[in-house]
């Protein structure tokens, strides 16, 4: 609640700040950042006073601002550094006048969390992920969870399978975040799958026999994929699981531990089968989930958290979670939570977490309606039906190719909608991003990214979780494109059609105008000029991917000039992206995220040498 009053409070002297034993942080913030806070004391100052409350809700302020004072009244800690936080961004638009006011505010979500992937071949620097986190305690986000599979964590214990493990995080690097995110009031939960997605692990020789499956499979007769679940009856399986926690537990001060457990797609397809079928799947997957949790708890893990794609499709799994476990209830369309959905967990007393996604794997860009949709329903449906948290999950999909300016829209989304779930805030997002975040005078930055997002509704029709032109780019590219004995006329095999040639072309259009505009960008914050080469590349990135699919799709335009350019195009944005990696990102896997632009590049010189033959 935000009532103004008549009149203003002079600061232009200066602002006593007075704090309290829970107050210690947040008086340190306020001085930090306000310089008037910082000068030396004299009577004529007006006062601001910290005070305890114990009748305000855990995390929530009240800030009251007088002609001739100001009080920010809290209950503990996070409320008084949230309550300063907000002072903060009151102040920073008034400059020596602060306008009269009351407020009354708490969050809808106790945990407002951030699951960043860091398994799809792009690990960032600590330097990068201390930024993060400075971003995410402005917006009051209290739960930070870094998604690891395979080897984008250093485990000692398995140096062997590393060229070098300071290309990926190290134990040193999550001891320096973790106290880097306690001193603002974040949590670093520890992530590890701990069922599914091993398919790195699974790839080494001495470790394929704990695989469900020791070939490649396709997963619904349709997607050939590698072996990734391990064999639950397996004897090492477990030992694994034990082993990588001992190398990655002791460095994170949570009690808290996310052991995912999602997408076991094997399960009961091979080493499992016969019990599966005697016992049911969702025994058989609760049985090992039982011996990961014991794992977790031998490690004073007191808050374990597990994915609920197997508890939802095996709804008696619910009933047998133990007290200490917290569901994680994600679904990543607009209509993935509803009431149904929440009951599965609040008519059983469990505690969940809703968890929606911010749509930015598999689309350069992100899809922002689709995004601000998924994220609102989470956010109603889970505040309606008593979800204890919301942990917005980013995805690298496809390599990890969104970049980090513009995730920090989603993130700001779920910020806003975990804090307050019934308010419209999309606009209010916007501005805040621009005046804190970009430091945009202009306020172009957030609404160009907010633009950009929304190029998957050009087409006139699009995939969830990924959008078409993208898929011209990771899957098509070139593949059944001929250039015949002779250049004229062109033989072409027409494969499936992502998308007409006018709608290709619409929607190039579009991300011509916003290349226009991106150019005339000027954010003024510390990495504005690498946020503006983010913006630029990925909106050059996306153009590239409708003039391929213009030429896939389009006799008229199959020129040995535009295949030229294609070529020249896809060089340069390859280089761009590797400066851009460098800037943010350890090496970690880069040469995996840059492969399917490399394989671009190479199919174009193919059929370029095959012209010069004929």
Same mark, same amino acid.
């Given at each position: 609640?935000?009532?103004?009053?008549?009149?203003?409070?002079?600061?232009?002297?200066?602002?006593?700040?007075?704090?309290?034993?829970?107050?210690?942080?947040?008086? %340190?913030?306020?001085?930090?950042?306000?310089?008037?806070?910082?000068?030396?004391?004299?009577?004529?100052?007006?006062?601001?006073?910290?005070?305890? +409350?114990?009748?305000?809700?855990?995390?929530?302020?009240?800030?009251?601002?007088?002609?001739?004072?100001?009080?920010?009244?809290?209950?503990?800690?996070?409320?008084?550094?949230?309550?300063?936080?907000?002072?903060?961004?009151? !102040?920073?638009?008034?400059?020596?006048?602060?306008?009269?006011?009351?407020?009354?505010?708490?969050?809808?979500?106790?945990?407002?969390? *951030?699951?960043?992937?860091?398994? @799809?071949?792009?690990?960032?620097?600590?330097?990068?992920?201390?930024?993060?986190?400075?971003?995410?305690?402005?917006?009051?986000?209290?739960?930070?969870?870094?998604?690891?599979?395979?080897?984008?964590?250093?485990?000692?214990?398995?140096?062997?399978?590393?060229?070098?493990?300071?290309?990926?995080?190290? !134990?040193?690097?999550?001891?320096?975040?973790?106290?880097?995110?306690?001193? %603002?009031?974040?949590?670093?939960?520890?992530?590890?799958?701990?069922?599914?997605?091993?398919?790195?692990?699974?790839?080494?020789?001495?470790?394929?026999?704990?695989?469900?499956?020791?070939?490649?499979?396709?997963?619904?007769?349709?997607?050939?994929?590698?072996?990734?679940?391990?064999?639950?009856?397996?004897?090492?399986?477990?030992?694994?699981?034990?082993?990588?926690?001992?190398? *990655?537990?002791?460095?994170?001060?949570?009690?808290?531990?996310?052991?995912?457990?999602?997408?076991?797609?094997?399960?009961?397809?091979?080493?499992? @089968?016969?019990?599966?079928?005697?016992?049911?799947?969702?025994?058989?997957?609760? +049985?090992?989930?039982?011996?990961?949790?014991?794992?977790? %708890?031998?490690?004073?893990? &007191?808050?374990?958290?597990?994915?609920?794609?197997?508890?939802?499709?095996?709804?008696?799994?619910?009933?047998?979670?133990?007290?200490?476990?917290?569901?994680?209830?994600?679904?990543?369309?607009?209509?993935?939570?509803?009431?149904?959905?929440? #009951?599965?967990?609040?008519?059983?007393?469990?505690?969940?977490?809703?968890?929606?996604?911010?749509?930015?794997?598999? &689309?350069?860009?992100?899809?922002?309606?689709?995004?601000?949709?998924?994220?609102?329903?989470?956010?109603?449906?889970?505040?309606?039906?008593?979800?204890?948290?919301?942990?917005?999950?980013?995805?690298?999909?496809?390599?990890?190719?969104?970049?980090?300016?513009? &995730?920090?829209?989603?993130?700001? !989304?779920?910020?806003?909608?975990?804090?307050?779930?019934?308010?419209?805030?999309?606009?209010?997002?916007?501005?805040?991003?621009?005046?804190?975040?970009?430091?945009?005078?202009?306020?172009?930055?957030?609404?160009?990214?907010?633009?950009?997002?929304?190029?998957?509704?050009?087409?006139?029709?699009?995939?969830?979780?990924?959008?078409?032109?993208? #898929?011209?780019?990771?899957?098509?590219?070139?593949?059944?494109?001929?250039?015949?004995?002779?250049?004229?006329?062109?033989?072409?095999?027409?494969?499936? #059609?992502?998308?007409?040639?006018?709608?290709?072309?619409?929607?190039?259009?579009?991300?011509?105008?916003?290349?226009?505009?991106?150019?005339?960008?000027?954010?003024?914050?510390?990495?504005?000029?690498?946020?503006?080469?983010?913006?630029?590349?990925?909106?050059?990135?996306?153009?590239?991917?409708?003039?391929?699919?213009?030429?896939?799709?389009?006799?008229?335009?199959?020129?040995?000039?535009?295949?030229?350019?294609? %070529?020249?195009?896809?060089?340069?944005?390859?280089?761009?992206?590797?400066?851009?990696?460098?800037?943010?990102?350890?090496?970690?896997?880069?040469?995996?995220?840059?492969? @399917?632009?490399?394989?671009?590049?190479?199919?174009?010189?193919?059929?370029?040498?095959?012209?010069?033959?004929?």
């Amino acid at each position: 609640m935000l009532v103004y009053d008549k009149g203003f409070l002079d600061v232009s002297s200066g602002l006593k700040v007075y704090g309290n034993p829970l107050a210690l942080k947040a008086k %340190r913030k306020l001085k930090s950042v306000l310089q008037y806070c910082r000068r030396k004391e004299n009577d004529v100052m007006p006062a601001l006073r910290f005070s305890i +409350d114990s009748g305000i809700a855990s995390q929530g302020y009240r800030i009251n601002i007088f002609s001739d004072a100001a009080e920010i009244i809290h209950s503990d800690e996070r409320g008084a550094y949230y309550g300063a936080l907000t002072f903060i961004q009151i !102040a920073s638009q008034a400059e020596n006048a602060l306008p009269c006011l009351k407020i009354d505010d708490c969050p809808d979500f106790e945990d407002r969390g *951030l699951m960043l992937d860091i398994s @799809r071949n792009k690990v960032p620097t600590l330097k990068t992920l201390k930024k993060l986190v400075d971003y995410l305690s402005e917006i009051k986000i209290n739960q930070l969870q870094l998604y690891i599979e395979g080897l984008s964590f250093y485990y000692k214990s398995f140096d062997k399978y590393y060229e070098n493990g300071n290309d990926f995080l190290t !134990a040193e690097d999550i001891r320096a975040l973790d106290k880097y995110c306690s001193d %603002r009031f974040i949590e670093l939960v520890p992530n590890q799958n701990s069922f599914g997605h091993f398919a790195q692990w699974l790839h080494k020789d001495e470790l394929k026999h704990l695989g469900e499956l020791s070939e490649a499979f396709f997963y619904e007769g349709v997607t050939k994929m590698l072996p990734s679940t391990l064999n639950p009856y397996a004897e090492g399986s477990i030992e694994l699981i034990s082993k990588l926690c001992e190398d *990655l537990l002791p460095n994170f001060t949570s009690k808290r531990f996310n052991v995912c457990g999602d997408e076991p797609f094997e399960l009961g397809l091979g080493a499992s @089968r016969d019990a599966c079928e005697e016992k049911g799947k969702g025994k058989v997957y609760m +049985d090992f989930m039982y011996k990961v949790f014991e794992v977790a %708890r031998k490690h004073n893990k &007191t808050k374990i958290m597990l994915f609920g794609d197997v508890l939802k499709n095996h709804p008696e799994t619910i009933d047998a979670l133990p007290d200490d476990v917290i569901a994680l209830e994600w679904g990543y369309n607009d209509n993935s939570f509803n009431d149904e959905v929440c #009951k599965l967990y609040s008519d059983r007393n469990v505690a969940f977490y809703v968890c929606p996604g911010t749509s930015m794997w598999n &689309t350069v860009a992100g899809k922002s309606d689709f995004m601000l949709a998924n994220i609102k329903g989470a956010a109603h449906y889970g505040s309606k039906h008593g979800a204890k948290g919301l942990l917005n999950t980013d995805w690298g999909d496809g390599g990890t190719c969104q970049q980090y300016a513009l &995730t920090l829209f989603p993130y700001g !989304a779920g910020a806003a909608y975990s804090w307050n779930a019934a308010a419209e805030q999309d606009e209010l997002l916007r501005n805040y991003l621009d005046k804190f975040a970009f430091l945009d005078k202009e306020e172009n930055t957030a609404k160009l990214i907010y633009d950009l997002g929304n190029y998957y509704k050009l087409p006139d029709s699009d995939d969830c979780n990924a959008t078409k032109i993208f #898929k011209m780019l990771y899957v098509q590219q070139t593949d059944n494109l001929n250039f015949g004995i002779n250049f004229e006329p062109l033989f072409m095999i027409k494969d499936y #059609k992502l998308l007409t040639s006018a709608e290709y072309s619409r929607t190039e259009a579009y991300l011509r105008a916003l290349l226009a505009r991106a150019k005339e960008l000027s954010p003024e914050c510390v990495d504005g000029g690498l946020v503006k080469d983010e913006i630029l590349w990925a909106i050059s990135y996306l153009i590239h991917g409708c003039v391929l699919g213009q030429f896939k799709t389009d006799l008229n335009i199959q020129k040995e000039e535009t295949l030229y350019g294609l %070529r020249s195009d896809i060089a340069d944005l390859l280089g761009r992206y590797k400066q851009i990696w460098k800037k943010r990102n350890k090496k970690s896997a880069m040469r995996w995220s840059i492969l @399917r632009m490399q394989s671009l590049l190479n199919k174009y010189d193919a059929l370029i040498k095959n012209i010069n033959i004929t």
